[in-house]
């Protein structure tokens, strides 16, 4: 894991390593300069010679502007490798998902993928921060200030040595019980303000059933006990401090006294006071850099779920890779499904897909029909190869789909998707999608094509308009059309339409349809539609039902043979205004 | 406007915002904020006195160092030592206390901060939500709150006692030498200064971090849902392409934003050792040349003046850091607190109304007798302040709109002149483009704006005089994006009414026809929902908002039909629930489909705001206008 990430430092390298370097210099300053001030201190105490105080503070100034330097240029590099190393990461993880097919998309959820492109991404880059920062700084300071003390205090520096397993024993102790407890916590945190962002969403809801007060008391009831779990595990973190300052107290009260009496005893000869003064600061320090020390263990550890979230998504395999000598062209839009079984999960138990066999001549316009869930979604997304079969072979123009280049293929399959997003940006930016050369001209008749170009015109900024975030200021049908005139520009071979007119009124509909005859003649059409009157007309319509082509035949053979077309046929006629349409 | 003249006015800004932070903390916790205040003061008090003795006994050690007498001082250094151990754990327990009741206050307090937001909020009119991003009000709860627990868990305690010590250190030293202090606050100023543009900078850059990774998250989320039109596209190169970009901008944001708040610690600390230097250097200087002190003691200037102010200077300029370090938490915070403040001064919907909605008896005679009882007879209870007497109207749906005016921003009219009769039990279908004005009506019948002229008359009641709440009891409404909430299947359906019985709930999910679909869900009614019903299809979603309504028993219904694909099946069996709620009720539909108008009693049809036909089915077919070119596709709806 720590490998795969290490990779994304890269062009950082320098600024890692470096930084690390410079606190050394950092560390070393710091150390030497009470031991200078002390004998600064001295100096004054015994006699005050000006010039040997100017000596001591030329020295401890340069020294100081030293320090300066290497904490400010470590403080700096340091901000660059952490952020440099977020920024890699968030590379690599988006890198990593657009190579994702659309198994390995619906393995993760889109909350989820955002999740850890987000939070996680930082969690791990303040960790990160503090390791390139702390890890090197305090075991060193540890090192130095212990160092330090032995030469100053001879054995009483062990005083402090034995206190530090006490002391690492209670911080150890203080994490593990709330650590846990955090964790635990985050999830009910996580869940209040998802009720809050329910609210948030559904407040005509609330309003219109008049539930404010029934919403005020179940928020009160789940913030109260967020509370409640949060104040424990603060209050258990929060003995940190006092455990510290119990230890480094002890500490001080013992050398004080043992010193004290070595001292006098020694006259000064092992020990002098200003040793002396100058050992109780490295004491502290050692203890500081203890502190120090623990709180990375938490911060590490409180990281590694984010670390480990990440690096699934880094080692996430695409399910589909490209063939060795993959083949660039599609010949024609002809395809061929032979004896094809599909599972969307080798483990799932049902086939999504079964014994479908099928051959469409290029140019053909096939209809597919059936009830929700009955894999018509399925069977089309096997063309372009969103999906590989479990068994069987897809043909696109005579060739296994699994021998072509990917974007070779794609780039001639044309599919508008059942749930179809538009991307914030102009009409023209989400248009360029399908051809990023089009020019204004190409862009107009596509629209034409796709019944878009008409309310288009009704816009005040025309193809200039603003798309927002998931299409949301345009209307359903409106989407849909758009969405089509995307896929046109790509002048494919074949073109896929899955239920890509349900928000378009039939007469409309009629007219898209009557278009892609026109534009696109040598087309494969293959069209998912719950309207009989948008493939009535195809050469072939299949009726599926549980993942299999349980009829097949034109408009005229179903409705002879089957009674379920026929009925459906008969309500939508019935109940939709399509017979005074065509009356 | 200059920079200059920005700088003094933004700070008076903070302060004001952090005033009102303060003033919430004692208002929740008048006792405890206090004394968690006092404590801090107590134990930065006490955490300095040890140093004092301390001091003490070194001196005592010197001098006995030459005699080389351990017994005899040990009756002088023990004792001494003792004292200081006994403020030691003085100062650790007064330091155990405050951790305590901090983690306790600081936790209530953003508890109470959260609920008197989300009540808050609960009581906004619905136009609070309809202007803004909900994204943009969620950060509220998370990033805002967030830096208050900043503010108040580390920044303030830390400031508090930080200036305390800095305060006293300061008149100890006047006490000691006025002239030495004043190369101290020299250098003071100098951190200050240097607080001033690098904290300032990493500010600056913190709050414009804020703003990247709420624009990389935007997109993230953006590309993430549209990652399979992605792939279809072959588009995975460009959208790698625009990510870099709103990449590299978060990431020279958070570079310099680390940058100046990693770089303000060291350098501060050597400031500080730089101020030590000059320190003894003056001092060395002033005791050589024997000048004359100045101070509060009136002492001359020895070396037992000049040694302990060293120590003084490094505590004192260690707490002015200290405050220093905190200024990132402090803009951040006022920052948050500035947009949480706002949501909390937001006025909540007003509710003059005194009309209220009361369960009645009929008597024999047909008078109309209020009782505590449910009786399934609703009345209007209006008291008339004019002759002091109360009236009972029984409660039967009867809708009227009159000349209704409306804007959502003054000066551009949404809708114009609208007139509509609904008549117990008659049902009322809108017909018309997307911004037609449509949805804005429903809007107006619960209240959830209120119109700007003309009159809206509920069984003869005008609806400004009912109370808000009973008011929109008696509507009940089937949105198009249905909205449910965590909880179980049951609990979903019996929001419409909490009071129902779950055999009431059961018959109104039978009555829709949800029942059939429910039964298949592993856990049948109590099956837990989340994210808004993800994993029911669109079709189920709505046959439970349409149980929902039912349960409600409303007498007055307003529906926007859906229009998303669901198939043919689905759809009559979604429709097939619709009809059998609408039955005996007032219904306001607004159609999508035409197919489901034809049997209204009335149909508008609207545009621009305006009605611009108005009749049944028939009559319109008969009017060859606009409905009819609807009707037979010449025109299209959207």
Not at chain 2, 447 to 460: C, L, P, S, T, V
């Amino acid at each position: 894991m720590i490998k795969r990430l290490a990779r994304c430092i890269r062009d950082y390298k320098k600024e890692t390593i470096l930084t690390p370097l410079l606190i050394i210099g950092e560390v070393l300053m710091e150390c030497i300069i009470p031991f200078l001030t002390a004998k600064l201190v001295n100096e004054i105490k015994g006699g005050c010679d000006l010039k040997i105080i100017v000596r001591y503070g030329l020295i401890l100034v340069a020294m100081a502007v030293a320090s300066l330097f290497f904490g400010a240029a470590a403080g700096s590099t340091c901000a660059k490798a952490s952020t440099g190393f977020a920024k890699n990461i968030r590379h690599d993880l988006f890198h990593s998902i657009q190579g994702f097919s659309f198994e390995n998309i619906d393995k993760f959820s889109t909350s989820s993928l955002v999740t850890r492109m987000t939070t996680d991404v930082s969690n791990v880059q303040l960790a990160f921060m503090m390791i390139i920062r702390l890890a090197i700084r305090c075991p060193l300071m540890f090192i130095f200030s212990i160092t330090m003390a032995f030469i100053m205090g001879g054995k009483l520096a062990l005083m402090f040595v034995l206190v530090i397993p006490i002391l690492a024993f209670a911080l150890i102790l203080i994490g593990r019980l709330a650590l846990p407890m955090f964790r635990r916590i985050f999830k009910k945190y996580d869940a209040m303000n998802e009720s809050v962002e329910e609210n948030i969403r559904g407040m005509r809801v609330v309003k219109a059933f008049v539930r404010e007060d029934y919403e005020k008391n179940k928020f009160l009831s789940t913030s109260e006990d967020v509370r409640k779990n949060f104040t424990k595990a603060e209050r258990i973190i929060a003995l940190n401090q006092p455990v510290m300052q119990l230890c480094l107290y002890l500490n001080m009260v013992i050398v004080m006294i043992f010193g004290s009496k070595m001292i006098i005893e020694s006259q000064g000869t092992s020990l002098n006071v200003g040793e002396f003064s100058t050992m109780l600061t490295y004491g502290f320090q050692i203890l500081m850099s203890l502190m120090m020390i623990s709180m990375i263990y938490v911060m590490v550890t409180m990281s590694i779920e984010s670390a480990k979230r990440i690096v699934e998504v880094l080692d996430e395999k695409s399910t589909l890779t490209n063939p060795e000598n993959p083949v660039m062209e599609v010949r024609d839009g002809s395809v061929s499904f032979c004896d094809v079984q599909f599972k969307y999960a080798s483990r799932a138990e049902r086939f999504a897909l079964q014994d479908v066999n099928l051959e469409i001549a290029s140019g053909q316009t096939i209809g597919i029909m059936g009830v929700t869930g009955s894999s018509k979604s399925t069977l089309v997304q096997l063309i372009p190869r969103l999906y590989d079969v479990t068994t069987g072979s897809v043909r696109v123009g005579g060739v296994d789909v699994r021998d072509y280049d990917m974007e070779v293929l794609r780039n001639e399959v044309a599919m508008v998707l059942q749930k179809n997003e538009l991307f914030s940006g102009t009409i023209r930016d989400n248009l360029r999608w399908g051809n990023p050369n089009a020019t204004d001209e190409d862009m107009e008749y596509v629209c034409k094509l796709a019944q878009a170009d008409e309310f288009i015109r009704t816009f005040p900024d025309g193809y200039d308009t603003w798309i927002e975030q998931g299409g949301t200021n345009v209307s359903g049908g409106q989407r849909q059309r758009l969405c089509i005139a995307r896929a046109l520009l790509k002048k494919p071979k074949i073109l896929i339409l899955d239920d890509s007119t349900s928000a378009v009124d039939t007469r409309t509909d009629a007219k898209i349809q009557a278009g892609l005859k026109t534009y696109l003649p040598e087309a494969t059409k293959i069209i998912i539609a719950q309207r009989i009157s948008s493939v009535r007309h195809a050469d072939l319509i299949l009726l599926m039902d549980g993942g299999r082509i349980v009829a097949r035949g034109t408009h005229e053979e179903l409705y002879a043979t089957r009674p379920d077309y026929r009925e459906t046929y008969e309500i939508q006629n019935h109940t939709s205004e399509e017979g005074g349409a065509q009356a | 406007m200059s920079q200059n003249a920005k700088g003094p006015k933004k700070a008076k800004g903070t302060l004001k915002l952090l005033g009102r932070v303060l003033r919430y903390l004692f208002r929740f916790y008048p006792v405890m904020t206090p004394l968690v205040m006092l404590c801090i003061l107590f134990s930065a008090v006490v955490s300095a006195i040890p140093a004092v003795f301390m001091q003490q006994v070194l001196e005592e050690v010197s001098l006995f160092m030459e005699t080389g007498d351990w017994t005899a001082a040990k009756d002088v250094i023990l004792p001494k030592t003792f004292l200081l151990a006994s403020f030691y754990i003085l100062s650790i327990l007064s330091n155990v206390t405050y951790t305590q009741m901090a983690a306790v206050v600081t936790q209530g307090f953003l508890h109470k901060l959260r609920v008197k937001m989300f009540t808050g909020m609960e009581d906004l009119p619905i136009s609070y939500f309809d202007q803004r991003r909900h994204g943009d009000i969620m950060s509220l709860y998370t990033n805002d709150v967030d830096a208050l627990r900043q503010l108040i868990g580390n920044a303030l305690p830390t400031i508090l006692s930080a200036i305390t010590v800095s305060l006293t250190v300061f008149i100890v030293m006047l006490y000691f030498s006025v002239w030495m202090t004043l190369v101290v606050v020299v250098g003071v100023i100098g951190v200050l200064v240097v607080t001033k543009v690098v904290g300032g900078r990493s500010a600056r850059f913190f709050i414009r971090q804020q703003k990247s990774i709420g624009k990389a998250e935007g997109f993230v989320q953006e590309m993430m849902n549209g990652q399979k039109v992605i792939k279809v596209f072959c588009h995975e190169e460009k959208s790698e392409a625009d990510y870099e970009k709103v990449n590299d901008e978060l990431y020279q944001d958070s570079y310099q934003a680390n940058r100046f708040a990693n770089m303000l610690m060291p350098i501060l600390g050597n400031i500080r050792n730089i101020l030590y230097v000059f320190v003894a250097f003056f001092g060395g200087l002033f005791l050589v040349t024997n000048a004359e002190n100045a101070s509060l003691s009136g002492l001359a200037f020895g070396i037992d003046i000049v040694v302990p102010f060293l120590n003084m200077t490094q505590q004192f300029t260690g707490n002015i850091s200290q405050v220093s370090g905190q200024i990132n938490s402090i803009v951040m915070a006022a920052a948050g607190a500035a947009r949480i403040f706002s949501l909390l001064d937001e006025q909540p919907e007003t509710d003059d109304g005194y009309v209220k909605l009361v369960n009645v008896r009929k008597e024999a005679d047909g008078t109309l007798v209020e009782c505590e009882e449910h009786t399934g007879n609703w009345a209007w209870k209006h008291p008339h302040s004019a002759d002091g007497t109360i009236t009972y109207e029984e409660l039967r749906g009867d809708v009227r709109l009159t000349d209704v005016d409306f804007s959502y921003v003054p000066g551009k009219p949404v809708l114009r002149d609208i007139t509509v009769y609904a008549k117990p039990g008659q049902k009322v279908a809108f017909v018309g483009a997307t911004g037609a004005g449509k949805t804005t009506i429903t809007n107006l019948i619960n209240r959830f704006y209120d119109i700007e002229d003309g009159k809206i008359r509920y069984d003869g009641i005008n609806i400004n005089k009912i109370k808000r709440d009973d008011l929109r009891r008696s509507i009940g409404i089937v949105l198009q994006d249905t909205n449910l909430f965590t909880g179980t299947v049951l609990e979903n359906i019996r929001y419409g009414r909490l009071e129902a019985t779950d055999e009431e709930c059961y018959a109104a999910a039978r009555l829709t026809g949800a029942e059939d679909f429910i039964l298949r869900l592993p856990d049948g009614y109590a099956t837990q929902l989340t994210g808004n019903g993800a994993n029911l299809s669109q079709g189920q979603r709505q046959l439970l908002a349409i149980s929902r309504a039912a349960v409600a028993d409303p007498p007055v219904l307003i529906m926007d039909e859906a229009t998303s694909s669901i198939d043919t099946r689905t759809e009559i069996i979604v429709s097939r629930g619709m009809d059998s709620l609408m039955e005996g009720r007032t219904v306001f539909v607004i159609a999508h489909r035409l197919s489901t108008v034809q049997n209204a009693d009335v149909i508008m049809v609207m545009d621009h705001g305006q009605i611009i036909e108005r009749g049944t089915h028939d009559d319109l077919i008969a009017q060859h206008g606009v409905y009819y070119q609807l009707y037979t596709g010449a025109f299209e709806l959207e």
